[in-house]
Nanobody
Framework: QVQLVESGGGLVQAGGSMRLLCAAS????????MGWYRQAPGSQRELVAA???????NYADSVKGRFTISRHNAENTVSLQMDILKPEDTAVYYC??????????????????WGRGTQVTVSS
């Protein structure tokens, strides 16, 4: 059974940095898309960033140039480095992984498994 556990959330001031880490277990992940989504109160879950098996990446326009997603296949982890954080980045951040290999679509696909999420709060 695939399990994803996020860590690294918390409270940070605007302009600061934070790194999220997702540890995956229960399968092999090197050929599957992985990513991060977020959900703010009253909003739908949205893509933040995703990375394909070949290292290709896709970012939401709102985080381009500020966030960096990286995968570390030897450790079965994926990280999200977040810089120049803004109050509007406040949300619960969820890690995800696709069910199997498909050509990279820019998101966690298909049939993603989700972590339980970690809260990121950016104060102004």
């Amino acid at each position: 059974q695939v399990q994803l556990v996020e860590s690294g959330g918390g409270l940070v001031q605007a302009g600061g940095s934070m790194r999220l880490l997702c540890a995956a277990s229960g399968s092999t992940f090197s050929r599957k898309a992985m990513g991060w989504y977020r959900q703010a109160p009253g909003s739908q879950r949205e893509l933040v960033a995703a990375v394909g098996s070949g290292g290709e990446t896709n970012y939401a326009d709102s985080v381009k140039g500020r966030f960096t997603i990286s995968r570390h296949n030897a450790e079965n982890t994926v990280s999200l480095q977040m810089d120049i954080l803004k109050p509007e980045d406040t949300a619960v951040y969820y890690c995800c992984v696709g069910e199997r290999y498909v050509r990279f679509t820019g998101r966690c696909h298909p049939a993603p498994t989700w972590g339980r999420g970690t809260q990121v709060t950016v104060s102004s």
